[in-house]
């Protein structure tokens, strides 16, 4: 069966996987600039505040997890009173070695392991934009786990580390998002697959991208009617069927562009579309540029 999640987290192409441990104790505040590239963090003992631009400030405790889907600027601090240390996260995004807030002696009050990784496809705000600005998860012994061992080879440079990493931070990614329920979700595509009705068309637009869809044919496979589909759909997914249709199937084709996997027309044909100029007239109107351009580009 078609896993829309999973093809979207393999299309995205994680990679290039930093991680450090983080700790603070007595009085301490950072504020962070933002960064943009998706951040994660794990609270192994103790606890902290963290204030994210756009979403409510929260205490991060043990057993929490945290992932920033665009990591913007943000504020940790401890429960004392302190002045906020600035802190610009390009500066320091590649430095090794445990970062200390605060008191530099002595036991911790908190102790963390975090990082952040990269996309390489362009297309990341595909899914940034259906996110929320910051996923807090209480208890997520597994993805405590997951962060270790990201934490472990990152550390250890032993061979196939990138592969690994790779590997390990996709999982990361679906363990986080699919903890995420349908409801609670912003709409896009997290939202849609929470909804049965919704999620039987999204698999097969997913399953299927080729075959000449139209809206009645999305609305017998979530069993509605066509207009009960189509509003359900533009409200739950934040777009109209069709448009996410063209969208997945251009995210496609980018792809295969991008990796030399055809000619044009062999490419055009695996998106759904009958020629190659149908297919270039469509991918110019939608990404900017002819798809001849965008390979030799990309």
Not at 192 to 207: E, F
Request: net charge neutral.
């Amino acid at each position: 069966m078609p896993d829309p999640l999973s093809d979207l987290i393999t299309l995205l192409r994680p990679r290039t996987v930093f991680a450090k441990a983080i700790s603070g104790a007595g009085g301490w505040a950072v504020r962070y600039g933002d960064f943009g590239h998706p951040g994660f963090c794990t609270v192994i003992e103790g606890r902290c505040r963290l204030a994210v631009d756009g979403a409510e400030a929260v205490t991060i405790a043990a057993g929490d997890f945290v992932l920033l889907p665009a990591t913007p600027g943000f504020a940790m601090s401890g429960f004392e009173p302190a002045d906020p240390v600035v802190i610009d996260p390009h500066a320091i995004a590649g430095l090794a070695g445990e970062v200390r807030h605060g008191r530099q002696e002595g036991d911790a009050d908190v102790r963390m392991l975090g990082g952040y990784f990269m996309f390489d496809s362009p297309d990341a705000a595909l899914l940034v934009s259906q996110l929320p600005a910051l996923i807090h998860l209480r208890g997520a012994e597994r993805l405590a786990t997951l962060v270790r061992l990201v934490r472990e080879e990152a550390g250890a440079e032993r061979p196939g580390c990138d592969l690994i990493l790779s590997r390990l931070v996709e999982i990361l990614i679906v363990e986080a998002l699919r903890s995420v329920e349908g409801d609670n979700a912003p709409p896009g595509l997290l939202r849609g697959l929470g909804d049965p009705r919704l999620a039987a068309a999204i698999r097969q637009i997913h399953g299927q991208p080729a075959h000449p869809w139209t809206v009645a044919a999305l609305a017998k496979e979530a069993a509605l009617s066509r207009s009960a589909f189509f509003d359900r759909f533009a409200r739950t997914v934040g777009v109209p069927p069709m448009e996410y249709l063209q969208s997945w199937r251009m995210s496609l084709a980018k792809d295969l562009l991008r990796r030399k996997a055809g000619k044009i027309d062999e490419i055009a044909s695996q998106v759904g579309y009958g020629s190659a100029s149908a297919f270039s007239t469509a991918f110019a109107r939608h990404v900017g540029v002819p798809p001849r351009r965008f390979a030799t580009t990309a």
